[in-house]
């Protein structure tokens, strides 16, 4: 992996701020910028993979991550709900897309709408227990992830045997990955501001520019 031309202070200064992966004070409130970003590049990625693929299960390391149907949670909330009750760090996010990334380099996994939501449990799960000082057992991640234990269990070894148990994400690696959200940002905030809206998802009565701010 190479290394990238950027100072350490500019990049805590300017982009891990703007992904909120640090709090601007005491008073700070609101989701994290990180969530929407992540959430915007995982349903791009899904969307485009399910255009190419003509058939999802096509190995068995993959199957045990591929739903029988599609959930009716979105992305986007199925992120804010993580975030809002497994109460894990906003840097948990990144470190977990840092591992889907590794998981399909390493499994050849594309992710689909059938798949998404149970590598983002696991993947969020397992960047909690590795970085975070504090987190909850697999029980209460289950049950945040709507899905069983056990199941959950078996998706955790599956995923780390994947990933050779490659858990550490270096300074590079980590800041490589901050760019790439702040670039996902830029191309999706263009839209926004062309709208006039600022700063939030628009809610399903609002119409204006929808087609616009969902691509």
């Known amino acids: 992996m190479g290394t990238l ?3 350490n202070e500019d990049l805590d200064s300017d982009i891990y701020l703007a992904l909120g992966l640090k709090r601007l004070g005491k008073g700070a409130i609101g989701t994290p910028r990180i969530l929407t970003l992540l959430s915007s590049l995982l349903e791009k990625s899904v969307q485009k993979n399910e255009m190419q693929i003509e058939t999802v299960i096509a190995k068995v390391n993959i199957a045990i991550f591929h739903g029988l149907r599609v959930p009716t949670i979105s992305i986007r909330q199925y992120i804010d709900r993580i975030f809002k009750y497994a109460r894990c760090s906003p840097s948990c996010f990144l470190v977990a897309y840092i591992y889907l ?3 399909g380099q390493q499994t050849d996994v ?3 709408s059938r798949n998404v939501h149970r590598l983002l449990i696991t993947s969020v799960m397992v960047a909690a227990k590795f970085i975070d000082d504090t987190y909850f ?4 991640y289950a049950r945040v992830g709507g ?3 056990a199941e959950l269990n078996r998706l955790e070894m599956k995923f780390l045997l994947s990933l050779d148990f490659r858990l550490q994400v270096s300074i590079n ?4 990955y ?3 959200l702040q670039k996902e940002g830029n191309q999706v905030e263009r839209p926004i501001r062309a709208c006039g809206i600022k700063e939030s998802w628009p809610s399903k009565s609002d119409t204006q520019c929808a087609p616009t701010i969902a691509r």
Do not use: E, K, V
């Open 110 to 112: 594309q992710l689909t």
């Open 178 to 180: 901050c760019l790439q």
């Open 147 to 149: 899905i069983s234990t």
């Open 173 to 176: 690696t980590f800041q490589r």
């Open 101 to 103: 990334d590794r998981f």
């Open 137 to 140: 057992n697999n029980a209460y």
């Open 5 to 7: 031309a950027i100072d």
